[in-house]
């Protein structure tokens, strides 16, 4: 890591005190801000949870019985119409310039905002998985599953001992950054390209992994919106892709929602091209799902995926996720209970060593066309979300100051390592009584 990374990281340790609350810029009839920062009180339950959620609000953070969202006036009226208390927390905008601005610096247009120059932009994820496979040529590749909307590669960097062939041995799959403004995501993807191979010849533990799976991670899953986010040394709140909406003048769609598994299926995604939980038009609308779903298919070798195991890191709230996300029933059509119970199994064990939260996807509230159900419905991939670091928070919980990255990186080591232990574990067999909740086997 460079010098000048190093006392970015030192100079964001000066601004952990959390933000003040601003006073909102109120819209002259509701008296609501633009983008407001709210607690919704009375959320205490998953289907209440979910009925949040389908108001379109940009759901940031949940904590008991409340949930911390960014909303809209109208949102904001149509919450309060359904019985749900508000408890103002400031105005969005307001609150992004004061967060950007806090290490009282000038920011570089380009770059992250001053105090927070530890995190990496794409062109310095880009140079970092580059200098990975230079140095480490002999157990690292990089390649490209396909382009961004505005032309960005998006990388992916094999770990393996013998990376530069297509072995036998089963895979493993990290991607980060679906959502443009979880940037301690993409550090989590450099923390594992790091640790694997610059540990690789002193770490006994280390070397086993890699000598007997193969490996992928893909730091950078939206890059169009992640630059963006930080568009003039300044963060904007920005959560989805980059591409303009046909006859609509939105831009965006939420890429966790664009994936054609129960796409648009059960109102766990928005039908408005404006709201942060936008579905996009169709399925695979976007080009980065589309580039990610493709390489994950040509996975399947000889009619069987190679790829066994998935972690699709976020932020925030600290939780371990399995599918389903577009039901609340335990099991479901493709998902026996001897499935969920290894699900729940492993998410637990994964838990148990970093503190997270671990549930079932639904139990927070209902999403569908998410990639967790995507690569569990269609191809059997183990596939979880972890939320990581902080618990809750608000606007710190987006941008946490860059001084976290390595404490909060490091804290899901052991989680990694169980998981991709896990890809060479047999799958569970369903006894001949085992029915999902339609009743099919």
């Given at each position: 890591?460079?010098?000048?990374?190093?006392?970015?990281?030192a100079?964001?340790?000066?601004?952990?005190?959390?933000?003040?609350?601003?006073?909102?810029?109120?819209?002259?009839?509701?008296?609501?801000?633009?983008?407001?920062?709210?607690?919704?009180?009375?959320?205490?339950?998953?289907?209440?949870?979910?009925?949040?959620?389908?108001?379109?609000?940009?759901?940031?953070?949940?904590?008991?019985?409340?949930?911390?969202?960014?909303?809209?006036?109208?949102?904001?009226?149509?919450?309060?119409?359904?019985?749900?208390?508000?408890?103002?927390?400031?105005?969005?905008?307001?609150?992004?310039?004061?967060?950007?601005?806090?290490?009282g610096?000038?920011?570089?247009?380009?770059?992250?905002?001053?105090?927070?120059?530890?995190?990496?932009?794409?062109?310095?994820?880009?140079?970092?998985?580059?200098k990975?496979?230079?140095?480490?040529?002999?157990?690292?590749?990089?390649?490209?599953?396909?382009?961004?909307?505005e032309?960005?590669?998006?990388?992916?960097?094999?770990?393996?001992?013998?990376?530069?062939?297509?072995?036998?041995?089963?895979?493993?799959?990290?991607?980060?950054n679906?959502?443009?403004?979880?940037?301690?995501?993409?550090?989590?993807?450099?923390?594992?390209?790091?640790?694997?191979?610059?540990?690789?010849?002193?770490?006994?533990?280390?070397?086993?992994?890699?000598?007997?799976?193969?490996?992928?991670?893909?730091?950078?899953?939206?890059?169009?919106?992640?630059e963006?986010?930080?568009a003039?040394?300044?963060?904007q709140?920005?959560?989805?892709?980059?591409?303009?909406?046909?006859?609509?003048?939105?831009?965006?769609?939420?890429?966790?929602?664009?994936?054609?598994?129960?796409?648009?299926?059960?109102?766990?995604?928005?039908?408005?091209?404006?709201?942060a939980?936008?579905?996009?038009?169709?399925?695979?609308?976007?080009?980065?799902t589309?580039?990610?779903?493709?390489?994950?298919?040509?996975?399947?070798?000889g009619?069987?995926?190679?790829?066994?195991?998935?972690?699709?890191?976020?932020?925030?709230?600290?939780?371990?996720?399995?599918?389903?996300?577009?039901?609340?029933?335990?099991?479901?059509?493709?998902?026996?209970?001897?499935?969920?119970?290894?699900?729940?199994?492993?998410?637990?064990?994964?838990?148990?060593?970093?503190?997270?939260?671990?549930?079932?996807?639904?139990?927070?509230?209902?999403?569908?066309?998410?990639?967790?159900?995507?690569?569990?419905?269609?191809?059997?991939?183990?596939?979880?979300?972890?939320?990581?670091?902080?618990?809750?928070?608000?606007?710190?919980?987006?941008?946490?100051?860059?001084?976290?990255?390595?404490?909060?990186?490091?804290?899901?080591?052991?989680a990694?390592?169980?998981?991709?232990?896990?890809?060479?574990?047999?799958?569970?067999?369903?006894?001949?009584?085992?029915?999902?909740?339609?009743?099919?086997?």
């Open positions: 890591m460079s010098t000048r990374r190093r006392i970015g990281g100079l964001a340790a000066t601004g952990l005190a959390l933000l003040a609350v601003t006073t909102p810029v109120a819209n002259a009839r509701t008296g609501d801000p633009a983008r407001g920062l709210y607690s919704v009180e009375g959320a205490s339950t998953a289907e209440k949870r979910t009925e949040v959620a389908r108001a379109g609000v940009d759901v940031a953070g949940s904590r008991g019985g409340a949930l911390t969202v960014v909303a809209t006036p109208a949102q904001a009226a149509s919450l309060r119409a359904n019985g749900f208390g508000l408890k103002p927390l400031g105005d969005f905008d307001s609150m992004l310039k004061q967060r950007s601005d806090r290490a610096t000038a920011a570089v247009a380009g770059d992250f905002p001053p105090g927070d120059e530890a995190y990496h932009t794409y062109a310095e994820t880009t140079a970092e998985l580059r990975a496979a230079k140095d480490h040529g002999d157990i690292a590749t990089l390649s490209s599953v396909g382009k961004s909307y032309g960005r590669e998006l990388n992916l960097l094999k770990i393996s001992d013998n990376a530069g062939t297509d072995e036998t041995e089963p895979e493993v799959l990290f991607t980060c679906q959502h443009a403004r979880e940037h301690l995501t993409t550090e989590m993807c450099l923390r594992i390209v790091q640790r694997f191979t610059s540990g690789y010849a002193s770490d006994p533990a280390l070397k086993k992994l890699v000598d007997e799976h193969e490996i992928f991670v893909l730091p950078n899953v939206n890059p169009d919106g992640s963006y986010d930080i003039g040394g300044e963060y709140g920005w959560r989805k892709t980059r591409k303009p909406v046909p006859g609509s003048g939105a831009i965006g769609t939420d890429p966790n929602r664009n994936w054609d598994y129960k796409w648009s299926c059960c109102g766990g995604s928005s039908d408005d091209p404006s709201a939980d936008y579905h996009g038009p169709s399925a695979f609308s976007e080009p980065e589309k580039a990610v779903a493709e390489f994950v298919d040509s996975r399947v070798v009619g069987a995926q190679q790829i066994k195991t998935h972690i699709d890191f976020h932020t925030f709230s600290e939780l371990v996720l399995w599918p389903y996300g577009y039901t609340q029933a335990e099991t479901d059509t493709g998902l026996s209970a001897e499935e969920a119970k290894r699900f729940a199994d492993v998410g637990k064990k994964m838990a148990a060593t970093n503190g997270y939260t671990p549930e079932q996807s639904s139990d927070l509230y209902v999403t569908d066309g998410d990639v967790n159900d995507w690569a569990w419905g269609k191809h059997k991939i183990l596939s979880y979300t972890f939320e990581m670091y902080p618990k809750d928070g608000g606007i710190d919980g987006f941008y946490p100051p860059a001084s976290v990255i390595p404490e909060q990186t490091a804290r899901n080591d052991k990694v390592d169980i998981l991709i232990t896990e890809a060479g574990a047999p799958a569970p067999t369903a006894s001949p009584s085992s029915k999902s909740a339609d009743g099919r086997t």
